[in-house]
């Protein structure tokens, strides 16, 4: 009689044969796939199995902003991060954190989610307040050591008792504007009401996914300071101003980046590393940054959860002063690292937004008192003054 | 004999016992399935609905009418089932015009290779549905095939804007819901004996009466139930709109969305999907208690 092994007595012999070095961990994981195949709907044992080997060789889950800025952080951080350790990062793109945060709470866990790309101190709040933060623990992140005061403070205050992010980039949101349609004297004269020149209507594009970005913008056009918005009906009157002229809300960079080369669009509020790859592209496409335009920080976010040594392990890589400047040359935003401690190459030192004092004094950031309590009920507005509201 | 009639006598209801219960057997899995997989997370659904959204992302457990009474009060809302309804009518229509004509040539025609039509037809499933709506981005795009076209040909740029309209939304749901159309009509075009359309041309009809009385009205099955899938799968949709569509482009599912996406609001989220489902379930009632009443009296003759 031929003995038939069941599924659990097979996965149990191949772990074994693993464990004595008789197979590869590629090709026990390539088994363990096919297996899994074979097992079709016996969900709990390949759930049992996946985490067995995830725990073999560890994995770290990282989401970014997609596109060229996804592109620099594989090529100058992940690839060479992997080829260094052997741990592997597998990398994925989302439309803003509020998609992640729809998804581990429908999931009820953190699986599959290490590190974000976070969106400055609006999100690192958000995220500590729903529980999903770490203590990093900076020992194993010497790099730390040369990054910007100014960054690290605002984000020490909402933990006070240890970072769940290492600031990373910082950047602009101004205007990009096609100079064969728009003069640079027009820009400059017109400012944030460029955005609402009649004489580009059908040319305009706006980025739909945030309501603080349309209200920033709304509130420079209605006259008001950002942080001190207190005429909220103004506000949105000049979103609805904009929105009649506008041809798409934009809902991703490469989206972005993709509407001002093909010429569809003319002018947009857009982000400023977005803008210096176009022109790197060579698309006649120019950048101001409106007076009291937006500025904004990111963070490397670890979520709860996440394996920590290799995650520090990680975030102290990226940071290594090579590291950060060739991901910041490739993605077009200045590093978190104080360039009174690291010497900026002309490309970085170049790059819209770039502070060399390494103080950020310059720059106007969105301030989360000021903000947070609004976003309920105005991010709804937003919602449907976009759709005609 | 005695033994026998009391066998027979306890057998009887016995018999009758498992007749019974055989529907119910075969129908387990099936009936399981739409429990486990549609029943109990429409019922989540529904639970979440009374729920109330304090700040974004935190929910408080409670049942309260809040967010059923925002539906129902709200202009904004019913401006959106306006078009959804809307466009999944056009969208219907057209579908049902433009697939009829390729499903008609496919159950008709002689060509030895009839599985080679119909593998074109399926074609376009093997390509990611967001792929195929982002390729009219490169036909119809400022710098897309049409205008690349008319620029080849002398005409200079096309003038009208095409890209992020109605329109563009239109043809994304076309292109990707006409298979769902042409496969239905062609099956039931395909039941139709070939002998009806000469017979009634014998009987002195011209070949336009003869599709017409005879082909359209028998091939009404199909046509009802692509359209009625092609209603539904418009009416949920929400990524051609985002993807193709301007601002005023959107339908009601890109409010389910916006609520459960970007304002973290899941319980007015559940009473959007929940709606949506009362929706086009009422949609699929009225079809099957109207296709119903056709066969009804197609069996009355």
Not at chain 1, 64 to 75: D, F, I, N, Y
Not at chain 1, 242 to 254: I, P, Q
Request: charged fraction near 15%; proline fraction near 5%.
């Amino acid at each position: 009689m031929t003995k038939k092994y069941d599924s659990v007595t097979r996965y149990a012999r191949l772990r074994e044969a693993v464990g004595n070095g008789d197979v590869d961990r590629r090709t026990f994981v390539g088994l363990l796939g096919s297996a899994g195949l074979t097992a079709g709907l016996s969900g709990g044992i390949m759930s049992t199995m996946a985490t067995q080997a995830r725990a073999m060789g560890t994995e770290l889950h990282f989401e970014g902003w997609g596109g060229v800025v996804s592109e620099a952080l594989r090529k100058n951080a992940f690839d060479p991060y992997e080829a260094a350790t052997g741990n592997k990062v597998i990398d994925a793109t989302f439309g803003g954190e509020n998609e992640v945060l729809t998804k581990v709470k429908a999931a009820g866990n953190t699986d599959g989610h290490n590190i974000l790309h976070s969106s400055g101190i609006t999100w690192y709040k958000r995220w500590v307040d729903n529980g999903y933060h770490v203590q990093l623990n900076l020992d194993n992140i010497p790099n730390m050591a040369n990054v910007m005061e100014a960054m690290i403070e605002p984000f020490r205050k909402i933990t006070p008792d240890g970072l769940s992010a290492v600031p990373y980039d910082y950047g602009t949101t101004g205007i990009a504007y096609n100079t064969e349609h728009v003069s640079h004297e027009k820009a400059k004269e017109m400012g944030a009401n460029l955005l609402l020149d009649p004489s580009l209507k059908g040319k305009i594009g706006g980025w739909g996914g945030d309501w603080a970005n349309r209200a920033w913008y709304g509130a420079l056009q209605s006259g008001q300071d950002p942080n001190n918005i207190q005429d909220w009906d103004a506000v949105w009157d000049k979103a609805r101003e904009h929105r009649d002229l506008v041809l798409k809300y934009w809902s991703s960079g490469a989206e972005l980046m993709d509407l001002l080369a093909k010429g569809e669009i003319y002018v947009t509020e857009a982000w400023s590393g977005r803008v210096a790859a176009l022109q790197a592209q060579g698309h006649p496409i120019a950048y101001m940054d409106p007076p009291n335009g937006l500025a904004w920080m990111e963070t490397m976010f670890v979520m709860k959860g996440s394996p920590m040594e290799e995650a520090e392990a990680l975030l102290n890589f990226m940071l290594d002063p090579e590291t950060a400047i060739a991901v910041a040359v490739g993605q077009k935003y200045p590093p978190s690292l104080d360039p009174t401690k690291v010497d900026m190459p002309a490309e970085v030192a170049n790059l819209p937004a770039f502070d060399p004092t390494g103080k950020l004094e310059g720059l106007v950031f969105r301030d989360p008192a000021a903000w947070n309590p609004h976003e309920k009920e105005q991010g709804k507005q937003w919602n449907r003054v976009q759709k005609g509201g | 004999m005695q033994c026998f009639s009391q066998q027979g006598g306890f057998l009887l209801p016995d018999q009758s016992h498992s007749i019974d219960r055989r529907p119910w057997l075969l129908l387990s899995p099936a009936l399981v399935f739409i429990t486990v997989l549609v029943v109990i997370p429409m019922a989540f659904i529904l639970v979440y609905s009374f729920y109330e959204n304090i700040d974004l992302a935190v929910d408080v457990p409670a049942f309260q009418f809040g967010n059923w009474m925002e539906l129902l009060t709200d202009g904004y809302y019913h401006t959106a089932i306006w078009k959804t309804l809307r466009l999944s009518v056009i969208v219907t229509v057209l579908a049902a015009v433009l697939g009829y004509i390729p499903a008609y040539v496919i159950a008709m025609t002689r060509y030895r290779h009839k599985w080679l039509l119909l593998l074109l037809l399926i074609l376009p499933f093997w390509i990611s549905f967001i792929i195929r709506t982002l390729s009219w981005i490169h036909i119809f795009g400022n710098q897309g095939a049409l205008n690349g076209l008319m620029n080849l040909l002398g005409l200079g740029d096309l003038q009208v804007q095409l890209m992020y309209t109605e329109f563009t939304v239109i043809v994304g749901f076309i292109h990707v819901f006409l298979p769902y159309m042409i496969l239905n009509v062609y099956v039931s075009l395909e039941g139709i004996d070939r002998n009806l359309e000469p017979a009634a041309r014998t009987l002195g009809a011209t070949p336009w009466q003869a599709f017409r009385e005879v082909t359209l009205p028998l091939s009404l099955p199909g046509l009802a139930a692509g359209s009625l899938l092609v209603f539904v799968l418009t009416g949920g949709s929400y990524v051609t709109p985002l993807i193709l569509g301007g601002p005023s482009d959107f339908l009601f599912g890109n409010l389910v969305y916006d609520a459960v996406v970007t304002e973290l609001n899941w319980p007015m989220g559940a009473t959007l999907s929940f709606a949506l489902l009362i929706l086009l379930g009422s949609v699929v009632i009225l079809y099957s208690r109207l296709m119903g009443m056709n066969q009804l009296a197609k069996a009355f003759g």
